[in-house]
């Protein structure tokens, strides 16, 4: 670039250099005389032609670049350029000829501002003050503001729907399904169970209708807190002797509801019922006294109905269940079908 230049020249270019902090100014030959302060932090430190900068992209031909650089300028066409060297931006502006066949370069970061800005840390002060780009950055700093800011409500908005999803169908006192909850289980399950069946495939489900023993009992004797502490108690045992494609459910005061999806051979029910019933079973202490209750369990199988339907295998399940107590309590009965 150029060294030592006479005082007058020297304001002259000091002013260009305030006006357009962009700029490049060419010889005939295309060695580099000077660059507005913005465009320096650009250049390779060891610049001395256009072709260690830049390559021309628009207009495109053949010839040297430099040559259709000073054409461009004669008809007043708009050029681009593109760093030669990380970023690797592309620069557009325009050239004008000056005495000599030397050539006047403005160039700026068009929709490349942004990165421009952020890769090469440029501040308002590398701009022209009437410059429009630090204006238009300005806006684009708002905007992705505005839509960070969008973003962020609409992920709340989702979890809030969620949350509010979940607590619908949730009982909030054991975190299980509630009779919501269980009945759009209930309904995905029969699909199921249909869909299999008309493909000819094996599936099914076991509907288990469960109520506890005694548990009136801890209420009267302990109060609803102890209590509670039972249906928690229950609610955890159900969750560890199922699976997580099974259904677990309060359907009221110490009534429970389970769906479980493939069971369907009695000896696995009879097995998983007394793991239930045996788990229940287990003394609950709440403020140094013993909780113990038990549980009754009705079961109605999905594959021996012809066209299961909720309703009724409900009543079957709960026919089941009354069964159970009947007989002693503390044990599972399969309803015929």
């Known amino acids: 670039m150029s060294g030592a230049l006479p005082p007058a020249i020297a304001m002259a ?55 259709v650089l000073a054409a461009a300028a004669r008809r007043g066409d708009r050029v681009f350029l593109r760093m030669t060297q990380p970023p690797g931006l592309s620069l557009r502006g325009h050239a004008v000829p000056l005495n000599d066949g030397a050539l006047l370069v403005n160039l ?23 410059e429009l780009a630090m204006e238009l950055m300005f806006l684009h700093e708002a905007n992705r503001a505005v839509m960070d ?28 399904y509630n009779r919501r909850g269980l009945e759009l289980a209930l309904s995905v399950a029969l699909r199921s169970a249909e869909a299999a069946r008309g493909q ?18 801890v209420n009267d004797r302990l109060g609803h807190a102890a209590g509670d502490e039972v249906l928690i108690h229950v609610a955890d045992v159900l969750r560890a002797a199922t699976r997580s494609n099974d259904t677990v459910a309060r359907v009221g005061g110490d009534e429970f509801v389970l769906i479980l999806s493939g069971t369907t051979a009695p000896e696995a029910l009879n097995a998983l019922s007394r793991r239930i019933i045996s788990g229940i079973e287990q003394p609950v202490e709440v403020d140094g006294n013993a909780c113990q209750v038990s549980a009754s369990i009705g079961i109605a199988i999905s594959s021996r109905y012809r066209h299961p339907n909720p309703e009724r295998m409900l009543s079957d399940a709960d026919e089941a ?3 159970s107590k009947n007989a002693g309590r503390g044990r599972a009965t399969l309803h015929d079908g």
């Open 13 to 67: 270019l000091a002013a260009l250099d305030a006006l357009l902090p962009m700029h490049l100014r060419l010889d005939a030959d295309g060695a580099v005389l000077g660059a507005g302060p913005t465009l320096r932090k650009l250049l390779p430190e060891d610049c001395q032609r256009l072709s260690d900068a830049f390559v021309l992209t628009r207009p495109v031909s053949a010839e040297d670049d430099l040559i």
């Open 108 to 130: 700026g970061f068009g929709i490349g501002l942004a990165d421009a800005v952020r890769d090469l840390a440029l501040t308002d002060g590398d701009f022209a003050p009437p």
């Open 149 to 176: 800011e969008l973003s962020r409500f609409n992920l709340r908005l989702e979890e809030a729907r969620e949350a509010a999803e979940i607590q619908a169908f949730t009982d909030p006192l054991t975190g299980l």
């Open 200 to 217: 000819g495939e094996r599936g099914g489900f076991a509907l288990a209708h469960l109520d506890l023993d005694r548990f009136k009992e």
């Open 321 to 323: 269940l009354y069964a």
